[in-house]
């Protein structure tokens, strides 16, 4: 254990250790951090174009799915304007209630 003088904000107490303030983007941005986040990516878009792949009317959920991969976010996304009723369900103009496919919900297991 580190017995270095006390830090101003713990007055009379002992420093312990100290974490660099950057510390989440140095890691985020580590090569191997990298990879094992776009394997998870790429393992949630799977699930998620299983799901909207199996929902075929127009074709357009499919259409609009998109995944980016970025550094050190990537998103899988669905840009279909009419995602929300198709995902969780909704009523048709006759009143039956059709549910929804739960392609979000998919990519988030």
């Not at 799901?51 to 970025?70: F, Y």
């Not at 976010?73 to 369900?89: F, L, R």
């Amino acid at each position: 254990m580190c017995r270095c003088p006390a830090s101003p904000d713990q007055p009379g107490g002992w420093t312990v250790a100290s974490v660099d303030p950057r510390l989440d983007s140095i890691v985020a941005h580590m090569p191997e951090v990298r990879a094992e986040v776009r394997e998870e990516l790429e393992r949630r878009a799977a699930r998620v174009r299983a799901v909207v792949a199996a929902h075929v009317a127009t074709g357009a959920l499919s259409r609009s799915l998109d995944v980016e991969v970025s550094n050190p976010d990537s998103t899988v996304s669905i840009a279909d304007p009419a995602i929300i009723s198709i995902n969780y369900g909704h009523h048709t103009v006759n009143g039956v209630w059709v549910e929804g496919i739960h392609a979000i919900e998919a990519g988030l297991t």
